[in-house]
């Protein structure tokens, strides 16, 4: 029997025209689709055939979510494990392949939009911007999953660059302090709330005034925060990709 790998596909934030077309495809051609529903909008699943197989995953372990994609895989089934944004930014995939590994079952990830790309996308702004800053970090604070030493929101936050912070809206008001004693409470911040989706909300304000704005949104989770120079970035920067005074392999 010709067994399809088990694809990990990536979302994207929520709008479902933000899938990847081989994202698309793939729920197009699905048999079972497990997605967790807690997470991953609904509207995608609209690409997904009548009648194919969709298992919410938001109440279930590992080991029965591992286990019902690979009963359906080693059946001949064409398994979509769906997984909002991207697979590869705390997805927690590494466990799920890991599982799979034992067992033999193919498998292969298939990208999506993060919610910072999304973000930044709304917000009609770059997160690399010439002469301010050419890095961006993607965090969160330390949780149930716990964070590296060497990764503290302070230590990371020394840089100065771009950074998103995921999965932490909960806890603005000490994210918001512990930026201030790097960046100055006056430092313009923005949370990015459901991007892409119908209720989006992009709140901006400065350190001091951004745990009030969530506050008042009742906001607690499906956001990201947003800090660094490109949100106020000299709009005269010029990379030297288009200067004519740059030369380069296709430009003498």
């Known amino acids: 029997m010709k067994q399809s790998p088990i694809l990990f596909v990536g979302a994207g934030p929520g709008d479902p025209e933000l899938i990847t077309v081989k994202g698309q495809l ?20 609209q690409w997904v055939r009548p009648g194919t ?16 994609m690979i009963q359906r895989y080693e059946a001949g089934k064409r398994v979509v494990r769906l997984h909002s944004g991207d697979p590869g930014i705390y997805g927690a995939i590494n ?10 079952a193919a498998y292969e990830i298939i990208p999506g ?17 010439p002469d301010a800053t050419q890095t961006v970090i993607l965090t969160r604070l330390s949780g149930r999953t716990p964070v590296p030493e060497t990764e503290t929101l302070e230590r990371l936050a020394r840089h100065k660059s771009s950074m998103a912070i995921y999965l932490s809206v909960h806890r ?6 512990t930026l201030a004693s790097i960046y100055g409470e006056e430092a313009e911040a923005v949370v990015a709330h459901r991007i892409s989706l119908p209720d989006e909300q992009i709140l901006r304000g400065t350190l001091k005034t951004l745990p009030d704005l969530v506050e008042k949104a009742d906001i607690k989770r499906q956001a990201l ?12 920067a010029r990379s030297r990709l ?3 005074s740059f030369s380069h392999g296709f430009r003498p």
């Open 113 to 129: 939009v993060t919610s910072a790309l999304a973000a930044a996308a709304a917000m009609g702004c770059e997160l690399t911007v």
């Open 95 to 104: 466990e799920q392949i890991a599982l799979l590994k034992k067992k033999n």
């Open 53 to 68: 197989e969709c298992i919410d995953t938001a109440p279930m372990a590992l080991d029965a979510i591992t286990s019902g």
């Open 225 to 236: 925060i947003l800090i660094g120079p490109f949100l106020n970035a000299d709009s005269n």
């Open 26 to 45: 793939a729920l197009q051609r699905a048999d079972a689709v497990f997605y967790a529903g807690s997470l991953v909008s609904q509207a995608v699943l």
């Open 172 to 177: 603005i008001h000490e994210i918001c302090s």
């Open 242 to 244: 288009y200067d004519s």
